[in-house]
């Protein structure tokens, strides 16, 4: 088949999509020994979620976090993740991602413009499970990078989706360390921190190894010859066939599927109701495996995260856009309401667990309890905190309710009023005492995290402000995902597996678009990148050394 069917190119290698695990397959690909590769992107940019997210890596045993002292074994990980999942990780892939991430940390430090640094007071987000670490070292932060360097190409890099100030890294932007000197030297230079100084970074390093990237090329259909892949088969910005042949196989890490209905409908626990993702990941590289006959797993999970609307497009065809919640409830002054009025979680957990709380169900009412759900704040909130993209004191936003009284306000937003006055009226008696006896909020580490530098409340329960300064605002929130956390299984070498458990020849998964070798696990800042990365390095090496026999 492969001498009768038409090719418009061929490569040793081909990966779908550019986000974080993409690019570092690509990479390693070619460092390792294949040195045709290319890139085929669905968008006209580079970077997928990657670039909107913190960039943040959780590869427990790195390297930054062993020169810092930060001692780790691989029973504490083992413990640690089997009890946020227990029982459902593969010990083969799980073993490959402790071993090779940070060999993978290492390799690009080295060979790459990517540089990390360790955020050793970054804890794991489940702070208080055994094996975890309260203290950080497992999550790594991104050095800023000049988007000097990429010339002409920088503005082919997707934008973030953060509310951080964007010229330092994510330690630098929670803690304000950078003076006003340092800021004007850093925006001079376009300096990036946070996801765009990962995807920045990476891109520079295909930039360097002149690994093409063919953009507008949706990838459709793989090619298979004797039960192996050899190709696939794109759709270019006119809807035209572009057919690449991949000598030695294909590499799918085009992301989840959390913008596609029907696939979230099929297989999601929940609704997911706002994703935060680029909307492309319509799950283009599932619907391929599935042809393929890859075994799927993991399907019922995403990487939760709270959202809200922002505005919906005027054009039935374009996206709607939603922005990311996850400081906002967390801060002193602001708690989650459902629709009864009632608190219904820690509001300063991880956002990856509170999604989950989302889909609760009601079997009296056969709805979802929590779902839809608000977040409250007042006038002092609002004085002294950024709002998503609303400054301290800035105009009330198109999405925020306002009202004089909290009863005026749940009946704007639909939420019981009673419910509501109670609810608040509890929680401000809770914070005068200082402890949150509902909910136990401020009683993690990780739960104060985000309260840095914020010296009106002091530690450990920082995360505690009262609601009584009117007046009062509604913002109705979203379930929404980072990406979703299912797809393709792979084997330790990142190769894709059918249903007897076998390699599909030439068939690699790396990122989002594959299962998630930490099932549901989330186990701190960078529970999708720093695994999904790993994998890409995992399926660049194997590839690399891959000598193909016809």
């Given at each position: 088949m492969a001498e009768e069917f038409c090719w418009d190119r061929e490569a040793d290698v081909v990966v779908l999509g550019s986000g974080g695990a993409?690019?570092?397959?690509?990479?390693?690909?070619?460092?390792?020994?294949?040195?045709?590769?290319?890139i085929l992107e669905k968008t006209g940019m580079v970077g997928g979620t990657t670039a909107m997210s913190g960039g943040m890596l959780w590869v427990p045993g790195n390297p930054y976090q062993i020169e810092a002292g930060i001692e780790d074994s691989d029973e504490d990980v083992v413990t640690y993740l089997d009890t946020l999942c227990p029982g459902a990780l593969d010990p083969d892939t799980l073993m490959a991602f402790m071993e090779q991430g940070p060999e993978m940390i290492r390799y690009f430090a080295d060979r790459t413009p990517v540089r990390f640094h360790v955020f050793a007071d970054f804890p794991d987000y489940q702070s208080y499970v055994p094996g975890a670490k309260p203290d950080g070292g497992r999550s790594l932060d991104?050095?800023?990078?000049?988007?000097?360097?990429?010339?002409?190409?920088a503005g082919r890099v997707n934008p973030s989706k953060m509310a951080y100030p964007l010229r330092g890294s994510l330690m630098e932007a929670i803690t304000g360390s950078l003076d006003e000197a340092a800021l004007a030297e850093r925006e001079a230079h376009d300096y990036r921190g946070l996801g765009q100084a990962l995807a920045g970074s990476l891109f520079m390093a295909v930039l360097d190894r002149d690994i093409p990237v063919e953009f507008e090329k949706r990838a459709r259909k793989l090619i298979k010859d004797g039960g192996r892949v050899i190709g696939?088969?794109?759709?270019?910005?006119n809807g035209r066939d572009y057919r690449v042949r991949a000598r030695r196989g294909v590499v799918i890490a085009t992301g989840g599927f959390e913008w596609n209905e029907v696939l979230v409908k099929t297989f999601l626990r929940g609704p997911l109701t706002g994703p935060v993702s680029v909307p492309e990941n319509e799950g283009d590289g599932l619907l391929m495996a599935i042809e393929a006959g890859a075994q799927l797993g993991n399907?019922?999970?995403?990487?939760w995260m709270q959202s809200a609307l922002e505005f919906k497009p005027q054009h039935r065809e374009a996206k709607p856009n939603y922005m990311l919640g996850s400081d906002e409830r967390a801060r002193p002054g602001a708690i989650l309401v459902n629709r009864a009025g009632k608190r219904f979680v820690n509001e300063a957990a991880n956002y990856n667990a509170l999604g989950k709380t989302l889909h609760a169900f009601d079997a009296g009412t056969h709805a979802y309890a929590n779902l839809p759900y608000w977040l409250i704040i007042d006038q002092r909130y609002r004085s002294k905190y950024q709002t998503f993209n609303t400054p301290p004191g800035g105009p009330v936003p198109s999405y925020m309710m306002q009202a004089d009284t909290l009863e005026e306000l749940a009946q704007i937003a639909g939420i019981d009023p009673a419910g509501l006055a109670a609810t608040v009226e509890r929680f401000n008696g809770m914070v005068r005492k200082g402890?949150?006896?509902?909910?136990?909020?401020?009683?993690a580490t990780y739960d104060n995290f985000y309260m840095w530098g914020d010296t009106d409340f002091e530690a450990p329960y920082r995360t505690l402000g009262a609601i009584d300064q009117g007046p009062y605002f509604a913002v109705k929130m979203e379930a929404g995902a980072l990406g979703t956390a299912g797809g393709p299984k792979t084997n330790a070498d990142a190769q894709v597996i059918d249903w007897s458990g076998n390699p599909i020849p030439g068939l690699y998964a790396a990122g989002n678009a594959m299962a998630a070798v930490l099932g549901e696990a989330y186990g701190g800042a960078g529970g999708t990148l720093g695994p999904g990365m790993t994998f890409g390095f995992i399926a660049g090496k194997h590839l690399g050394a891959y000598i193909p026999n016809h």
């Amino acid at each position: 088949m492969a001498e009768e069917f038409c090719w418009d190119r061929e490569a040793d290698v081909v990966v779908l999509g550019s986000g974080g695990a993409a690019m570092t397959a690509a990479i390693t690909a070619y460092d390792f020994g294949a040195k045709d590769v290319v890139i085929l992107e669905k968008t006209g940019m580079v970077g997928g979620t990657t670039a909107m997210s913190g960039g943040m890596l959780w590869v427990p045993g790195n390297p930054y976090q062993i020169e810092a002292g930060i001692e780790d074994s691989d029973e504490d990980v083992v413990t640690y993740l089997d009890t946020l999942c227990p029982g459902a990780l593969d010990p083969d892939t799980l073993m490959a991602f402790m071993e090779q991430g940070p060999e993978m940390i290492r390799y690009f430090a080295d060979r790459t413009p990517v540089r990390f640094h360790v955020f050793a007071d970054f804890p794991d987000y489940q702070s208080y499970v055994p094996g975890a670490k309260p203290d950080g070292g497992r999550s790594l932060d991104n050095e800023a990078f000049s988007f000097e360097r990429l010339g002409k190409w920088a503005g082919r890099v997707n934008p973030s989706k953060m509310a951080y100030p964007l010229r330092g890294s994510l330690m630098e932007a929670i803690t304000g360390s950078l003076d006003e000197a340092a800021l004007a030297e850093r925006e001079a230079h376009d300096y990036r921190g946070l996801g765009q100084a990962l995807a920045g970074s990476l891109f520079m390093a295909v930039l360097d190894r002149d690994i093409p990237v063919e953009f507008e090329k949706r990838a459709r259909k793989l090619i298979k010859d004797g039960g192996r892949v050899i190709g696939v088969v794109a759709e270019d910005a006119n809807g035209r066939d572009y057919r690449v042949r991949a000598r030695r196989g294909v590499v799918i890490a085009t992301g989840g599927f959390e913008w596609n209905e029907v696939l979230v409908k099929t297989f999601l626990r929940g609704p997911l109701t706002g994703p935060v993702s680029v909307p492309e990941n319509e799950g283009d590289g599932l619907l391929m495996a599935i042809e393929a006959g890859a075994q799927l797993g993991n399907m019922q999970h995403a990487y939760w995260m709270q959202s809200a609307l922002e505005f919906k497009p005027q054009h039935r065809e374009a996206k709607p856009n939603y922005m990311l919640g996850s400081d906002e409830r967390a801060r002193p002054g602001a708690i989650l309401v459902n629709r009864a009025g009632k608190r219904f979680v820690n509001e300063a957990a991880n956002y990856n667990a509170l999604g989950k709380t989302l889909h609760a169900f009601d079997a009296g009412t056969h709805a979802y309890a929590n779902l839809p759900y608000w977040l409250i704040i007042d006038q002092r909130y609002r004085s002294k905190y950024q709002t998503f993209n609303t400054p301290p004191g800035g105009p009330v936003p198109s999405y925020m309710m306002q009202a004089d009284t909290l009863e005026e306000l749940a009946q704007i937003a639909g939420i019981d009023p009673a419910g509501l006055a109670a609810t608040v009226e509890r929680f401000n008696g809770m914070v005068r005492k200082g402890h949150d006896d509902d909910f136990n909020r401020g009683d993690a580490t990780y739960d104060n995290f985000y309260m840095w530098g914020d010296t009106d409340f002091e530690a450990p329960y920082r995360t505690l402000g009262a609601i009584d300064q009117g007046p009062y605002f509604a913002v109705k929130m979203e379930a929404g995902a980072l990406g979703t956390a299912g797809g393709p299984k792979t084997n330790a070498d990142a190769q894709v597996i059918d249903w007897s458990g076998n390699p599909i020849p030439g068939l690699y998964a790396a990122g989002n678009a594959m299962a998630a070798v930490l099932g549901e696990a989330y186990g701190g800042a960078g529970g999708t990148l720093g695994p999904g990365m790993t994998f890409g390095f995992i399926a660049g090496k194997h590839l690399g050394a891959y000598i193909p026999n016809h």
